[in-house]
C-alpha cells in the first residue's frame, strides 16, 4: 500500500502563499489520478485540483488561478502552490491517489497538513 505524507501546511496571512508537499512511499503504477482534497470544519470533503498520470491537471473553479498543482517523479512526490489565499482556503489538506494497476484498484489518503489564514 502507497504511504502519502503532506508537509508545508502552517499560517498564512491573507493575500499570501504557501506550498503543500505530499511524498509517496513508491512509484505509483498503474493508471491514476493524483491531487488534492480539503475540508473545512462542518464541511465536506472538497476535491480541488489533480493531475493525471499523463500530467493533465484539472482545478476546481474555487482555486482555479490561485493554486497550481506539480510533480517530481523523481522524487515521488506531489506539489500544490498556494497564492492570493484566502480566509475560506482555511482547511485541511489532503493528498490523495485513486487508480488502478491491473485488476487492482485503489484510493489512498495522506493524514491530511493544516492550512489557516487568517491575519
Known amino acids: 500500500q502507497v504511504q502519502l505524507v503532506e508537509s508545508g501546511g502552517g499560517l498564512a496571512d491573507p493575500g499570501g502563499s504557501l506550498r503543500l508537499a505530499c511524498a509517496a512511499s513508491?512509484?505509483?503504477?498503474?493508471?491514476?489520478?493524483i491531487g488534492w482534497y480539503r475540508q473545512a470544519p462542518g464541511q465536506q470533503r472538497e476535491r480541488i485540483t489533480y493531475?493525471?498520470?499523463?500530467?493533465?491537471?484539472w482545478y476546481s473553479p474555487s482555486v482555479k488561478g490561485r493554486f497550481t498543482i506539480s510533480r517530481d517523479n523523481a522524487k515521488n512526490t506531489l506539489y500544490l502552490q498556494m497564492n492570493a489565499l484566502k480566509p475560506e482556503d482555511t482547511a485541511v489538506y489532503y493528498c490523495?491517489?485513486?487508480?488502478?494497476?491491473?485488476?487492482?484498484?485503489?484510493?489512498?489518503y495522506g493524514q491530511g497538513t493544516q492550512v489557516t489564514v487568517s491575519s
Open positions: 490523495n491517489v485513486e487508480g488502478a494497476f491491473g485488476s487492482q484498484e485503489y484510493d489512498y
Open positions: 513508491e512509484t505509483i503504477r498503474g493508471v491514476y489520478i
Open positions: 493531475m493525471t498520470d499523463e500530467g493533465d491537471p
